[in-house]
């Protein structure tokens, strides 16, 4: 067992801090209020290699591992939680299920354009019948010749739009319920596939999240991904992956949210002390750094888990589920502890515990990681 950061972690950490202060912290209110999808944020990240950190180089990517992915999530979400988000699911939900379950061809076609961000990435498994019931695929998929025409539609989709690769899942045959699900990559220009309804937002408003629409679209038989009704299994274990990086998100929202706090705390007045030198702020203060500090303990240990190669999942469940609800936690009391102020969009915490709340429902709810963990202890 080792916890001190290794000179690699250590410099990637300082160079994702320096990118986030500097590219990222000045639009994140921009981005927030105006419900602005920053595409030179994303520009940058691609010049800079990182919307292809675990992606092995023969594949374009920058040959990184799980850690220092994470790290860079952790680091871009504690300035903006929006670009957290658009980092990892292009990365966890998009070019690590074609790396992971690509044929040689299809990660030749698709992984080096993404890892390079020459192309962004989406993951579509929900549909506004099957949420958390996973299983209860309606959009379909049937092989006609040389190819599957896909209909029916996916709702709630990070990067929808702005995509240019997406892993869909859809009903290869009904009859075998999950074993009947097979997973796709559909590319934006294919014919019949479009983007329906814009959500509005409480947080993350600068990512866009859209439904999106098959009609009779006709995708390659080449374009399967991993074999004909096994789409469930790899939705699965996209998602294990998929919760580090939330988890990700939610530590650096919270960390985020303590920087901030700590700032205001010692330049506050009241009573003629600085809030900082009354006992209350200080054990506030304590409590939340003591949280996510195991929050990211948790974090880091699974995506190490998942570098080692060893199992990850009840690891990613656990982490997702303590870092979203410390992220919670701490942002509400970040809140509470700026007083009037800490309610006004001339703060960035408020907007960092909006952000923060969406962490404990996309890529398995709360509730969905408890099952996953008792499920294990119970087995
Ligand atoms: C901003 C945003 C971005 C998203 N991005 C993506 C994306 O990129 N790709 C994608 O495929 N999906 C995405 N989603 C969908 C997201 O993963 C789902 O919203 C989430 O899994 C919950 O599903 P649901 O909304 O249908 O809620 P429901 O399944 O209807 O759940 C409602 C409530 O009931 C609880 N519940 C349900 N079943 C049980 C049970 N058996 N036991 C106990 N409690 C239960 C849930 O925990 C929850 O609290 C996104 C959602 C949002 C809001």
Same mark, same amino acid.
């Given at each position: ?228 009704? $096994?789409?469930?299994? !790899?939705?699965?274990? @996209?998602?294990?992956?998929? %919760?580090?990086? *939330?988890? &990700?998100?939610? +530590? ?104 923060? $709340?969406?962490?404990? !429902?996309?890529?398995? @709810?709360?509730?969905?990681? %408890?099952?996953? *963990?008792? &499920?294990?202890? +119970?087995?």
């Amino acid at each position: 067992m080792d916890f001190q950061t290794d000179k690699e972690h250590s410099l990637l950490m300082s160079m994702y801090a320096s990118f986030a202060e500097e590219e990222v912290k000045p639009l994140a209110k921009e981005v927030d209020e105006e419900e602005r999808f920053p595409v030179e944020t994303v520009e940058k990240m691609a010049r800079y290699g990182m919307l292809g950190i675990p992606i092995p180089k023969e594949f374009g990517g920058a040959g990184g591992d799980n850690l220092g992915y994470v790290m860079a999530v952790e680091a871009m979400s504690k300035v903006c939680g929006t670009t957290g988000v658009i980092l990892s699911a292009h990365t966890s939900l998009c070019a690590a299920p074609i790396y992971e379950f690509g044929t040689p061809e299809q990660k030749q076609k698709y992984l080096p354009a993404l890892a390079k961000g020459e192309k962004l990435g989406a993951f579509g498994l929900t549909e506004p019948n099957a949420g958390t019931d996973a299983a209860g695929q309606q959009t379909t998929a049937e092989l006609k010749g040389d190819h599957y025409v896909l209909n029916g539609s996916k709702l709630f989709i990070t990067n929808a739009g702005y995509a240019d690769v997406y892993v869909i899942f859809a009903m290869t045959d009904k009859s075998k319920g999950t074993r009947g699900i097979s997973a796709f990559i559909v590319e934006k220009e294919m014919p019949g596939f479009s983007i329906g309804k814009k959500e509005e937002k409480m947080g993350i408003r600068g990512s866009a999240t859209c439904e999106l629409i098959f009609e009779n679209v006709k995708v390659p038989a080449a374009n399967l991904l991993g074999a004909e009704g $096994k789409g469930f299994g !790899i939705a699965m274990k @996209t998602l294990d992956g998929g %919760r580090i990086g *939330i988890a &990700a998100q939610a +530590l650096g929202l919270a960390q985020g949210a303590i920087d901030e706090t700590v700032a205001y705390v010692k330049e506050r007045k009241q009573f003629g002390k600085s809030l900082a030198q009354f006992q209350n702020t200080q054990f506030q203060l304590a409590d939340m750094q003591a949280k996510t500090d195991a929050a990211r303990l948790l974090v880091y240990k699974a995506a190490c888990c998942k570098d080692a190669k060893l199992p990850y999942s009840v690891e990613a469940a656990t982490a997702k589920l303590f870092a979203s609800e410390t992220a919670m936690e701490v942002t509400t009391k970040a809140v509470q502890l700026h007083g009037g102020y800490g309610y006004t969009r001339e703060y960035p915490v408020e907007r960092m515990m909006r952000d923060a $709340k969406i962490t404990e !429902i996309y890529e398995g @709810t709360s509730e969905v990681q %408890r099952m996953v *963990i008792s &499920a294990n202890m +119970l087995k």
